[in-house]
């Protein structure tokens, strides 16, 4: 590898146009708009989902407006078989892929008393081990043709700053974190670009379904704290637009917001204060969960006193 290969590594796909794109989480939120912004460029698409419903609905009006979807079908790929057999019907009917995306994902919040093992696993499962068994069955493929790709991991803030009760969700999103920065430098020799996109907040049907863990909704106070988020989360078409340009540009690190890029610059440069602020936080969500936990409580036996 010469000085030049060290420095600079011209961009693997400049252009989706004519490319074949994979996109997981293909149904709603960042994954649709990723989808239907993909395919305006003139992707190919290969898409999938668990919700097989709400992905056919997509795969519909991306072909209405004149895209196209090569292959798509409803899986989960937290299950390992179930993608492996997924690869070999892409492989065998479209071929091997150009990009790769793992958007799909889950959340849920909460302190680590409260969070059950099935917080944990689950994940672990969809944010994690859904990517890794998503790269496992369709990246190699791609380094054996020898003409290059791009990889797309969707991590999370959470899996740069220690935000309070996302201890299992960081878990996983530090944990794809790790991962990419590993194959950013591993597929460099393949021409494999990789991107880690880590968004802020992005208004997506995941906010308000999301669980927070011994914390009661319905709390006026943990309703506004939502509708605060949703005043201050870009839409999932900016994410998808920033997803794009981070490929266009073989950029690693993607971010969908100025707060997260600010954030992590500031929390690598300034440990004390950023210590300091995180202790803020958390002091001020654990006040908001001991407020809405008593009332989760004086309702549970409210109910009981009524059986």
């Given at each position: 590898m010469g000085i030049r290969d060290l420095l600079v590594m011209d961009t693997p796909v400049p252009s989706l146009r004519g490319r074949k794109?994979?996109?997981?989480?293909?149904?709603?939120?960042?994954?649709?708009?990723?989808?239907?912004?993909?395919?305006?460029?003139?992707?190919?698409?290969?898409l999938t989902d668990l919700h097989a419903d709400q992905l056919d609905e997509v795969v519909t009006g991306i072909?209405?407006?004149?895209?196209?979807?090569?292959?798509?079908v409803a899986g989960d790929v937290s299950d390992y078989?179930?993608?492996?057999?997924?690869?070999?019907?892409?492989?065998?009917?479209?071929?091997?892929?150009?990009v790769v995306m793992n958007i799909a994902g889950i959340s849920a919040?909460?302190?680590?008393?409260?969070?059950?093992?099935?917080?944990?696993?689950?994940?672990?499962d969809v944010n994690l081990m859904g990517p890794i068994h998503i790269i496992e069955c369709f990246v190699p493929q791609m380094v054996r043709r020898g003409a290059g790709g791009h990889i797309v991991n969707v991590s999370s803030a959470a899996g740069l700053l220690a935000l309070p009760w996302h201890?299992?969700?960081s878990a996983s999103?530090?944990?794809?974190?790790?991962?990419?920065?590993?194959?950013?430098?591993?597929?460099?020799?393949?021409?494999?670009?990789?991107?880690?996109?880590?968004?802020?907040?992005?208004?997506?049907?995941?906010?308000?379904?999301?669980?927070?863990?011994?914390?009661?909704?319905?709390?006026?106070?943990?309703k506004a704290a939502i509708n605060n988020f949703h005043k201050v989360a870009v839409s999932p078409e900016t994410a998808a637009a920033a997803i794009l340009k981070?490929?266009?540009?073989?950029?690693?690190?993607?971010?969908?917001?100025?707060?997260?890029?600010?954030?992590?610059?500031?929390?690598?440069?300034f440990a004390l204060p950023y210590e300091i602020v995180m202790r803020v936080a958390n002091d001020r969500f654990d006040k908001l969960a001991r407020i809405s936990g008593t009332k989760l409580e004086e309702r549970a036996r409210d109910h009981h006193s009524t059986q």
């Open positions: 794109v994979l996109i997981t989480g293909a149904a709603s939120g960042i994954g649709r708009a990723t989808a239907e912004a993909a395919a305006a460029q003139g992707a190919e698409l290969v072909l209405r407006a004149d895209g196209t979807v090569l292959y798509h078989d179930w993608v492996a057999n997924f690869a070999r019907q892409v492989d065998a009917e479209v071929g091997v892929m150009d919040w909460g302190t680590v008393e409260n969070l059950e093992h099935r917080h944990w696993r689950s994940l672990v201890a299992a969700y999103k530090f944990g794809i974190r790790g991962v990419s920065e590993v194959l950013r430098f591993d597929l460099r020799r393949h021409r494999i670009g990789v991107s880690l996109v880590c968004p802020g907040g992005v208004d997506t049907p995941l906010v308000d379904t999301v669980e927070i863990v011994g914390v009661d909704r319905d709390d006026p106070r943990v981070g490929i266009r540009k073989n950029r690693f690190m993607v971010y969908t917001s100025f707060d997260i890029r600010f954030g992590y610059w500031w929390a690598r440069k």
